[in-house]
């Protein structure tokens, strides 16, 4: 099993759940941490945040020198993904091309353990290019040979979170009115990125092998009632107001015309709605790790003195 003193390699790790898990793994003692991420802006707070940590910035959908970092690596994470947009060929490029580039360096060099990290979508009703695309990346790493398990997260938010609670945070503070699509009683399984980093490290040092673990947040909460209570917490006076689910899409549409990378998309609307109710596995006892009550994760994630304000960019 890895030490602190192994390295560690983190694809895609600019991200929310990278970003938080350097904070954990660097906690822990852990000294040689590699992070191949393509976002420049986010590689740069990485860099501003951890000077100690190697980071690589390169376009995992593209062959390179990058796919040296694996030598002498105790153990990767696979965490890039696409996760919305409007342009289907990103999807393949970040989330098919970029996995088939990093398993064919996990195995040139003979990678001893490989954490993928998939999507709870893959057992969603949604039928949509992120949910195919967690589909056929899963079955890549399963179909690899390398020695893997598979965790599968629901909905997530922390630090560093720029796309779900963290960006319907800041929109809050910045409007005087929220809205809110249809009755807003969607039932969610919001899961806190810390509680799911401390999950990723207990399978690096124990490391399951061919397992694949479905991880839901432990509270089911309605999205109207996670919007109250973001607002409680951030300190947001905006009005939340219910809007048809019509104009609503018909809003997030015309937005896209004008946005490349839209924060929240029709598709990503569609699935919202969805009845979907993940498997929640007693995954506290599985991996030993106590959860965090969702509305102190929330206070932890907006309240925390430096990371709070860190905003990584889409």
């Not at 990290?117 to 290019?129: F, G």
């Not at 999950?199 to 124990?206: A, G, K, M, Q, Y």
């Not at 839209?262 to 699935?271: C, E, G, V």
């Not at 994760?297 to 430096?306: D, G, N, Q």
Request: charged share 20%; aromatic share 10%; with cysteine.
């Amino acid at each position: 099993m890895p030490g602190p003193e192994d390295k560690i390699v983190l694809f895609g790790g600019a991200g929310l759940v990278g970003q938080n898990l350097v904070v954990l793994l660097k906690e822990r003692g852990y000294t040689r941490l590699v992070v191949v991420d393509k976002h420049a802006a986010n590689v740069a707070v990485l860099r501003r945040l951890h000077p100690d940590v190697t980071a690589v910035e390169a376009d995992m959908a593209e062959a390179g020198a990058w796919q040296d970092v694996v030598q002498d690596a105790a153990a990767a994470v696979m965490l890039q993904a696409q996760i919305g947009g409007e342009i289907k060929n990103e999807f393949q490029r970040n989330n098919i091309d970029a996995t088939r580039h990093a398993l064919d360096a996990c195995l040139r060099h003979r990678l001893p353990y490989l954490v993928h990290v998939s999507s709870s979508v893959v057992n969603s009703m949604a039928r949509d290019w992120y949910t195919e695309s967690k589909k056929a990346q899963e079955a890549m790493v399963a179909q690899s040979g390398i020695a893997h398990c598979v965790l599968r997260p629901t909905l997530m938010f922390g630090w560093f979170d720029r796309k779900h609670l963290g960006w319907l945070a800041r929109f809050m503070l910045r409007i005087p009115v929220f809205p809110i699509p249809g009755s807003g009683h969607y039932m969610r399984q919001p899961l806190f990125a810390m509680d799911f980093c401390r999950i990723i490290l207990s399978c690096l040092v124990n490391r399951p092998r061919g397992e694949a673990y479905d991880i839901s947040g432990c509270e089911r909460i309605d999205y109207i009632d996670i919007i109250r209570k973001i607002r409680q917490v951030s300190g947001a006076r905006a009005l939340i107001l219910k809007i048809p689910y019509g104009l609503f899409w018909l809003l997030l549409k015309i937005f896209a015309l004008f946005n490349h990378n839209p924060p929240f998309t029709t598709s990503q609307l569609a699935a919202l709605i969805l009845p979907d109710e993940f498997v929640l596995i007693p995954w506290w006892d599985i991996f030993q790790i106590q959860p965090t009550p969702f509305e102190a994760a929330l206070r932890e994630t907006f309240c925390h003195p430096i990371y709070s304000s860190v905003v990584l960019d889409f």
